[in-house]
């Protein structure tokens, strides 16, 4: 017999998942409270990586039910939603989410539905390096200077590659002049 679990997820400590667990019960499905998993952590933490979600795993079992009000509850892009939805119908356990009709993503339907939710997202990646890309070359025929400024001038360089041949230490070097031994010692590759 199949049992129904919950997993409610928030960002920051002051929200709560109680409207989560409302919203749950208002759609019909009935969870026992100590299948009601909630936990206070980022989206951008891949699901396996929570400890909540771990937790919950290990109760998980054959023909179980897990209900998420909304995919982002499983994670922040679709790659790692799917990943997970993926794992879980591995493991035979239907997953409902709210926001999308109640629909098990495990099945045919959803499975579908989760196809073109990750293929929106990798265009809407896609889209966003061709602009990244389109403004990196624009910038570079206006002739702006790109990557990260250099922490020593010339003429500081240029001290710099004096004081290595008078036998003064990468660590002084670096003290002086604020910035790390390995920016010296690269320096001293060239001296």
Not at 55 to 75: A, F, H, Q
Not at 135 to 156: I, M, S, T, V
Request: glycine residues 6%; contains cysteine; charged residues 30%.
């Amino acid at each position: 017999m199949s049992r129904v679990f919950a997993y409610c997820r928030v960002s920051t400590s002051d929200q709560t998942t109680e409207n989560q667990i409302r919203e749950i019960e208002a759609s019909g499905f009935h969870v026992d409270p100590r299948r009601v998993i909630s936990e206070t952590v980022s989206g951008s933490v891949a699901a396996f990586e929570r400890t909540g979600f771990r937790k919950l795993l290990e109760r998980l079992d054959w023909d179980d039910v897990l209900i998420v009000t909304k995919l982002d509850r499983l994670g922040r892009n679709a790659m790692d939603v799917r990943g997970t939805v993926e794992r879980l119908a591995n493991e035979k356990v239907r997953v409902h989410c709210l926001a999308l009709g109640g629909a098990d993503l495990t099945s045919a339907a959803g499975k579908m539905t989760m196809a073109v939710i990750s293929a929106v997202a990798e265009f809407e990646r896609d889209l966003l390096i061709e602009r990244t890309q389109a403004g990196l070359r624009r910038a570079k025929a206006e002739g702006k200077k790109l990557g990260r400024p250099r922490a020593l001038d010339a003429q500081q360089q240029s001290e710099i590659r004096t004081m290595l041949k008078t036998g003064a230490s990468l660590a002084d070097i670096a003290n002086e002049y604020g910035v790390s031994r390995s920016a010296i010692y690269r320096l001293s590759l060239n001296a």
